[in-house]
């Protein structure tokens, strides 16, 4: 078939698309963000703001979670790997005291089988430096990254930056209080709580809920403003019609992204997807370079050319409904945690098929495992039936990760991708002659002259960027540059100083846009 490349994106479809993956990472429903976003819409007109107001407001709310997955490494020892159900048992209980969350947190641990006390928890919640603070800080770090690449203005990327102050000063990263947290935050935390609580408690226990949290997470004039328009606030809200209710409900009317950004925007999505592991950062971009080199050389259309390249840059969007315990398992899986692999190629197809402009892709971003004998998944698809467009795709999807450093095994060298992507061309799982073709396309890439470093970063510190972008510790990485491990600690600071980011999580992300790994 012929893919269609749309000359615009709009925005709030983009948007939209990425806080339905952001769902997912969080252990909720399709479509809780845009609910969230609904509610705070209705709360954001209760006071009575503009316009430009409500237009902060909605991209806020939608893309508060755009950072969610860059911390799923950092909570592997915290949670057993169940990051996604980590992040299910904070949504509802997150905006309450540290104490009455650490109580919440325990029962999750001690189910998970991770020692752990209520103090301990309360200490890692509270403290500047504490687990709570790290998470929270590479969270924004991230998010305010991702949304400055979709082109969101100050105000939103501002408000995302700040995502998890608290109205008494206990939140974080900055520990703002009372109005100097912007007000889409404000609102959108409110707004979240409205759609969780009364989905999953009722309107009583959110309404009790509220008062509790009054004037110590929330602005307590939102409060009031609820209290006092609850009935417009709480209106039905049609879940089989709320992708295209948000959409219409755009303050100001539609924004688009150009044809000439629309790489860009799409790019996003996949440094979104990639962050979820410290093995996974660059793949997708990889995949799309290495799919697109080989669409031209086996004489596809440039229609078709561009779609396959687009399609590897969302295929792994789905990716963040999986936990990390899965992602960064050491050994073999069981069938169980197969299963859960699988479903992440059908979270990318059900994310991208609500979008007009992107639903063209869908079907071919979702093949990325599907083999010409139907061994492949999640539909099992067969010959005829995959055109070629999806046979690069796969073949390219299959190169880069073997090309890559996995928690299994170690990065295999070209030599061996070489015979083993030929293996299953012979077996009839991979089209041959679409294999050649990306096999050259992977050959021994130029690499970045010495001295042309961005942010002024050494070679030295860019060597110490890659590994710490893989989630390798200070020890891990002293031992692999033969330094000590103070000398690495000088080196990360340096790092953080000169890319102006204080985590792991956004560093990596700097690596990835910069082409460092």
Known sequence: MAYACPARLRLAEVISALSLATDLGLGQPLAHALRTCVFALRLGRALSLSDRGLADIYYTTLLRFIGCTSESHELLAFTAGDDVGFRHVMVAVGNDTPAEIA??????????????????????????????????????????????RLGLGATVCNALAHAFE?????????????????????????????EVLTRTEGVEQMRDAFR???????????????????????????????????????????????????????????DF???KTPFTLDHSRRVAELAETAARDLGLSSHDSTAVRRAALLHDIGRSGIANAIWEQRGALSVAQWERVRLHVYYTERILAHCDDLRALCALASS?????????????????????????????????????????RPARKLDDVVRE?????????????????????????????????????????????????????????????????????????????????????AAAVFAVENHLL
């Open 166 to 194: 608290r109205w008494d000063g206990r939140g974080f990263p900055g520990g703002r209080s009372g109005e100097e947290i912007p007000l889409p935050v404000r609102v959108a935390v409110v707004a979240r709580d409205i």
């Open 368 to 408: 990325h495992h599907e083999r010409l004998d139907g061994s492949g998944y999640h539909r099992g698809t067969r010959g005829a039936d995959l055109d070629m467009p999806a046979r690069v795709l796969a073949a390219a999807d299959a190169c880069q990760a073997m090309l890559q450093e996995r928690p299994h």
């Open 103 to 148: 109580a919440h947190l325990t029962r999750f641990m001690t189910a998970a089988e991770v020692h752990s006390d209520v103090r301990g928890i309360r200490d890692a919640l509270e403290s500047d430096v504490g687990l709570g603070a790290q998470l929270a800080v590479a969270h924004c770090e991230v998010a305010t990254m991702l949304a400055t």
């Open 212 to 270: 509790r949290r009054r004037d110590r997470s929330y602005d307590p004039r939102l409060v009031d403003a609820f209290l006092e328009h609850r009935g417009d606030v709480l209106a039905p809200v049609d879940d089989r019609t709320i992708w295209d209710d948000v959409l219409r409900a755009e303050p100001g009317g539609p924004v688009w992204i150009p044809s000439e950004r629309i790489d860009a925007a799409l790019t996003a999505f996949a």
């Open 273 to 275: 997807a990639d962050a």
């Open 421 to 505: 992507l030929r293996r299953e061309s012979s077996s009839g799982r991979l089209d041959g002659r679409v294999v050649e073709a990306v096999l050259a396309a992977a050959g021994a890439p130029a690499g970045r002259p010495s001295g042309t470093n961005p942010a002024k970063l050494t070679d030295r510190e860019v060597e110490v960027l890659r590994l710490m972008a893989r989630g390798h510790s200070n020890r891990e990485m002293a031992r692999s540059l033969n330094i000590t491990p103070k000398t690495v600690g000088h080196h990360v600071q340096h790092i953080y100083d000169k890319i102006g980011v204080s985590t792991r999580a």
